[in-house]
């Protein structure tokens, strides 16, 4: 296959597309939108869905390298608690610090994701956060002190920071609307599989031995950037058109007629173009509210649910309700893996909001059984019951999360946001979750030493709220394009 034109050599940058002046009249620009969003839904009629073909794949598979990454980080601490706090003589708020800096990390690592995105393109993004990760493995591989193991948690951090926000906006941006949900939430199933990994294999190894798991796909992500497409709809933005129908052609195979998809990203992107070109401050007008609100909501509610208190320290969780903490690890990767499967497979049947609500009501039900196997262990009655009944609990947590609300909020996160906005927006929700990250990371300990079962009963009380958010705000996508979503989600632009 012949390579793609080289991008260094343009120099097209928003200018070259025809920005609008102050002086343009904002009802024509309007205008314009609501055409071409009437005239993209008529043309949508007549499109057959798109296959899956094998450049696509392998460009996702690439993708989701980042996600392994992501996961294996996440999922690093837990395994690695015991032998790292026993070698480097670190206590328990050190540990805290070693566990939650990697948000902190991540939420710079978020605070940039957009606008590098933007300026280097999706691909040449996520190479320069693989080389974060692996300088910060690499710190923690041959780390002595406790300094050095923190500054590389704060690097692997900062590249999964970004990589949280480009791997799902990449993969969104280059599959057909038909696909698009199944392939966005295998970012979640693979993160979910760096995080059982480290679970798994963390309960027989060292952990200098573990970081070489996060190592190897840092690894073979950067060399099989080498091969895969720029997102046509990146290439659309900057002006390259030419370049832009070349990386789609690569994507929906040699012998696809093209000209209708590449027709709805040019008029959707220059239409746009023409209204505004937006900073961070202009995602506060009302035309944006609802998009932000949804894509803030969702994160902040994903996070404060606990899923990264249960993840982070999952060991700690089944030790103080008296069960061994090697096999709920292990119970963790049996129902973990596969319910996270079972979601790629629903997302384009059920669609989004069904499989959300679902989720939510699971981790509510699995965060509520939790807290009462303490409350009963505090009350020192049913022991037996007690560390069976935590063991349940978390599985259930596990396994609904894993369903639906790890992933479908990146899902929707790739969606909802027009193109011209989509960096600082992006780079707002992801910000948004990695904070929630720290603050439940950091507090978990504390709050556990506080009240066991109220911690878990606050988590099964937010994930109750979930419920209700995803019913009264978020809207269905499956199966629309990116652009019928970002129209219908900004009403007050094309009214």
């Known amino acids: 296959m012949q390579g793609p034109p080289p991008l260094l050599s343009h120099t097209h940058t928003y200018s070259d597309m025809g920005s609008r002046s102050d002086g343009d009249d904002p009802s024509t620009s309007e205008s314009l939108l609501l055409i071409?969003?009437?005239?993209?839904?008529?043309?949508?009629?007549?499109?057959?869905?798109?296959?899956?073909?094998?450049?696509?794949?392998?460009?996702?598979?690439?993708?989701?390298?980042?996600?392994?990454?992501?996961?294996s980080a996440v999922g690093f601490?837990?395994?690695?608690?015991?032998?790292?706090m026993d070698d480097l003589s670190m206590s328990?708020?050190?540990?805290?610090?070693?566990?939650?800096?990697?948000?902190?990390?991540?939420?710079?690592?978020?605070?940039?994701?957009?606008?590098?995105?933007?300026?280097?393109?999706?691909?040449?993004?996520m190479g320069l956060s693989e080389m974060f990760c692996l300088l910060g493995w690499l710190a923690i591989l041959y780390s002595k002190v406790s300094w050095l193991l923190d500054v590389?948690?704060?690097?692997?951090?900062?590249?999964?920071?970004?990589?949280?926000?480009?791997?799902?906006?990449?993969?969104?941006?280059?599959?057909?609307?038909?696909?698009?949900?199944?392939?966005?939430?295998v970012n979640q199933l693979m993160i979910c599989i760096g995080v059982s990994v480290m679970w798994l294999i963390g309960t027989f190894i060292h952990w200098r031995s573990l970081t070489l798991i996060g190592i190897i796909p840092c690894i073979l992500q950067i060399l099989g950037l080498l091969f895969i497409p720029e997102s046509p709809r990146w290439l659309a933005k900057i002006g390259l058109?030419?370049?832009?129908?070349?990386?789609?052609?690569?994507?929906?195979?040699?012998?696809?007629?093209?000209?209708?998809?590449?027709?709805?990203?040019?008029d959707y992107t220059e239409t746009l173009d023409q209204i505004s070109e937006s900073g961070v401050f202009d995602l506060f007008q009302p035309e944006y509210a609802k998009s932000l609100i949804i894509g803030v909501g969702l994160m902040v509610l994903q996070q404060f649910g606990g899923v990264n208190a249960i993840a982070f320290y999952a060991n700690s969780i089944f030790i103080s309700a008296g069960f061994s903490s090697s096999i709920?690890?292990?119970?963790?990767?049996?129902?973990?893996?596969?319910?996270?499967?079972?979601?790629?497979?629903?997302?384009?049947?059920?669609?989004?909001?069904?499989?959300l609500m679902v989720s939510a009501a699971g981790t509510c039900l699995g965060c509520f059984l939790t807290g009462i196997s303490f409350l009963l262990q505090d009350l020192q009655e049913n022991k037996g019951v007690s560390p069976i009944l935590a063991l349940v609990g978390v599985l259930v947590f596990t396994?609904?999360?894993?369903?639906?609300?790890?992933?479908?909020?990146?899902?929707?996160?790739?969606?909802?946001?027009?193109?011209?906005?989509?960096?600082?927006?992006?780079?707002?929700?992801?910000?948004?979750?990695w904070f929630g990250s720290w603050v439940v990371s950091y507090a978990f300990n504390f709050l556990m030493k506080f009240s066991t079962e109220g911690t878990f009963f606050m988590f099964s009380s937010i994930c109750c709220v979930t419920v209700l958010f995803v019913a009264k705000l978020v809207p269905e996508t499956k199966g629309r394009t990116l652009e019928e979503i970002q129209a219908s989600m900004n009403p007050s632009i094309v009214n």
Request: glycine letters at 12%; hydrophobic letters at 45%; a neutral charge.
């Open 36 to 71: 071409a969003t009437e005239d993209r839904q008529q043309r949508r009629s007549n499109t057959s869905s798109s296959p899956a073909t094998a450049v696509v794949v392998f460009s996702t598979v690439v993708a989701v390298s980042g996600s392994y990454v992501f996961g």
């Open 77 to 84: 601490s837990s395994p690695a608690q015991t032998g790292i």
């Open 92 to 125: 328990l708020e050190e540990y805290s610090v070693f566990g939650s800096i990697l948000t902190i990390g991540a939420m710079v690592g978020a605070v940039m994701s957009g606008k590098i995105a933007d300026q280097l393109g999706r691909r040449r993004t």
């Open 152 to 185: 590389g948690r704060l690097l692997i951090g900062y590249g999964i920071g970004v990589l949280s926000y480009v791997v799902p906006v990449y993969i969104a941006e280059i599959t057909p609307q038909n696909l698009r949900g199944a392939f966005t939430t």
């Open 241 to 266: 058109w030419k370049e832009c129908e070349y990386a789609l052609q690569q994507l929906r195979g040699e012998n696809a007629d093209i000209s209708e998809e590449a027709a709805e990203i040019r």
């Open 328 to 355: 709920g690890s292990i119970a963790m990767v049996i129902v973990q893996v596969p319910f996270t499967l079972l979601g790629v497979l629903l997302m384009d049947v059920s669609g989004r909001r069904p499989l």
């Open 399 to 433: 396994g609904s999360f894993s369903l639906g609300m790890g992933g479908i909020p990146w899902v929707i996160m790739s969606e909802i946001f027009p193109i011209n906005i989509k960096g600082s927006a992006g780079s707002l929700v992801t910000v948004v979750n």
